[in-house]
């Protein structure tokens, strides 16, 4: 099955550019979306279709698909991004997979 | 507006069964993909399986093949995660998410359903 890899922690310090990474075989030939999940709080989606921004979601917030590896990229990182992450793509037209997840200091 | 609202906390003994429901309102109940997602204490989400509501059509992980069952009933706009043979490791909190459709995002998500496998 399809592999996802993420590093698991990032950190950054406020004001600056955070990138958060995830691998996989030609992941670029796959769409990729990216949650941030708090803790004691449910996913919430904040890239979709490798770049698109949900409404709600601060334009800090974008991503790129390129090869073998995603990039969500967070600029001007605030205290209240600190989270974890995950990207998720879907193997096949039924089956999901997620990375391990990134944990984001500020 | 879109609400999976999920049934509550749930202690089960090890080679039990347990059911969880998901409660959609705020839209067209077989228009949407219901997804169930899980995550154990401490550690990252993985997907356990894909329902397609319309049709009753359903995909699995393969880790989880024969112990896991989806369902749904489109009369009350609910669906269903059936999970057998409870080990500690499937101690978790379960959650419910929508998609439009294969290869879309999970944009709306259920509250989480703690479900812990216990002696």
């Known amino acids: 099955s399809y592999v996802l890899t993420q590093p698991p922690s990032v950190s950054v310090a406020p004001g600056k550019t955070a990138r958060i990474t995830c691998g996989g075989n030609?992941?670029?030939?796959?769409?990729v979306h990216w949650y941030q999940q708090k803790p004691v709080q449910a996913p919430v989606l904040v890239i979709y279709?490798?770049?698109d921004r949900p409404s709600g979601i601060p334009e800090r917030f974008s991503g790129s698909n390129s090869g073998n590896t995603a990039t969500l990229t967070i600029s001007g990182v605030e205290a209240g991004d600190e989270a974890d992450y995950y990207c998720?793509?879907?193997?096949?037209?039924?089956?999901?997979?997620f990375g391990g997840g990134t944990k984001l200091t500020v | 507006q879109v609400q999976l609202a999920q049934s509550g906390a749930e202690v089960q003994k090890p080679g039990a069964s347990v059911k969880v429901s998901c409660k959609a309102s705020?839209?067209?109940?077989?228009?949407?993909?219901i997804n169930w997602v899980r995550q154990a204490a401490g550690q990252g989400l993985e997907w356990m399986g894909w329902l397609n509501t319309n049709s009753g059509n359903t995909a699995y992980a393969q880790k989880l093949q024969g112990r896991v069952s989806i369902t749904r009933d489109t009369s009350i706009n609910t669906a269903y995660l059936e999970l057998s043979s409870l080990t500690y490791d499937d101690t978790a909190v379960y959650y419910c998410?929508?998609?439009?459709?294969?290869?879309?995002?999970?944009?709306?998500w259920g509250q989480g359903t703690l479900v812990t496998v216990s002696s």
């Open positions: 030609n992941i670029g030939t796959k769409t």
């Open positions: 998720q793509v879907w193997d096949s037209p039924t089956r999901a997979v």
């Open positions: 705020g839209y067209t109940f077989t228009a949407y993909d």
């Open positions: 998410a929508r998609a439009s459709g294969s290869y879309y995002p999970f944009g709306s």
């Open positions: 279709w490798d770049k």
